[in-house]
């Protein structure tokens, strides 16, 4: 079977490393990484880590998104210093704090703000958010909690909690020179250890919440533009009525839709489904049959493997057993013999 699965000492459990193989086969699962499996495969709420990604390049942009934020006033800011500002002037009160008027000013070599299409950002924007029914003031004190251990000292950071939508969720905006002169640099890695540790205070607080993989939880259709999935929502939206069409032409043409993508996407599916069996085998030598249960129901019950256009084909022409839809049928057989 190989090293299907890596679990660190935190407890945080890495299916397959995604491809990369771990250090080898363990027979003993700490408490830590036990608890870990059991709020995965029991359905624990995920957290939510986002970045937006457009704007914050200049202090105009900078401005208007803290003016957003702050409901034109009406919404206190929350700072690193312990501040709470209101008012409608509480965003120049921050972006004057910060000095981003400076930082502006420094991107070009005769300090005229000159914003280009690629100019560093002053500011990160990001999104912590949980799902309905969660208490709001818990999330806003996991995020201050999380921001006081990632960046105090470091950057400079505020933060809104927006309660408008059935979701609490905090927008956090953090400098993006800190105080040494260093730029924050935030990878994709750097977002799967954010939402780890938003987690975990957000558990510290009482409220339950995991930091899971989507692919190692069976998630992996790609998720909607923003644009599309708001305009989706007030009915508006004929992407997907175009992509449909678009399908339906492939599949008259050829009688299949078939992607490079899918098979990769199947290809982690296999070492993800490797990886939890290796993990049922581990829990069933320590006595732990019923959560070794949990674990092959979860695996056993993931849906297939798709893309977005082969998720379509299979709706748009459902009695057509697609390659994708045949690849899945046979993994699962696979799954069933790992035991």
Do not use: C
Not at 99 to 118: A, F, H, I, S, Y
Request: proline share 4%; hydrophobic share 35%; aromatic share 6%.
């Amino acid at each position: 079977m190989g090293r299907p699965f890596h679990l660190a000492d935190d407890g945080w459990l890495d299916i397959g490393s995604y491809g990369r193989h771990g250090p080898g086969r363990r027979d003993a699962l700490s408490p830590a990484q036990i608890d870990f499996i059991a709020r995965t495969v029991r359905g624990t709420p995920e957290v939510m880590v986002k970045m937006l990604n457009r704007g914050g390049q200049n202090v105009r942009s900078v401005g208007q998104h803290l003016q957003y934020l702050s409901r034109d006033g009406s919404v206190a800011i929350d700072t690193d210093t312990g501040d709470r500002l209101r008012g409608p002037d509480a965003g120049k009160a921050v972006i004057d704090d910060w000095d981003l008027d400076l930082d502006e000013g420094r991107q070009t070599t005769d300090l005229k703000p000159r914003v280009m299409k690629n100019s560093p950002k002053l500011v990160h924007k990001m999104v912590f958010s949980m799902p309905a029914g969660t208490p709001p003031d818990k999330v806003l004190r996991a995020v201050a909690l999380f921001a006081r251990e990632e960046f105090g000292m470091k950057h400079r950071y505020a933060m809104v909690l927006h309660t408008d939508q059935a979701h609490p969720h905090v927008h956090l905006v953090v400098k993006s020179v800190g105080h040494d002169g260093r730029r924050l640099n935030i990878r994709h890695s750097t977002l799967r250890i954010w939402r780890r540790e938003f987690a975990r205070q957000l558990r510290a607080q009482g409220v339950a919440a995991n930091a899971t993989e989507r692919v190692v939880r069976g998630v992996n259709r790609l998720q909607k533009m923003d644009a599309v999935y708001r305009a989706a929502r007030r009915q508006e939206s004929t992407h997907w009525d175009q992509r449909k069409r678009e399908v339906a032409d492939v599949l008259k043409r050829n009688g299949v839709v078939a992607e490079a993508a899918g098979e990769k996407l199947r290809g982690t599916r296999r070492t993800v489904l490797e990886g939890w069996s290796e993990i049922e085998r581990v829990l069933t030598m320590q006595g732990r049959e019923d959560l070794a249960k949990s674990v092959h129901q979860l695996a056993r019950g993931m849906q297939p493997a798709l893309t977005d256009r082969e998720f379509i084909a299979s709706r748009v022409q459902p009695r057509l057993q697609s390659p994708a839809l045949e690849e899945h049928a046979r993994a699962e057989r696979e799954f069933e013999l790992m035991r």
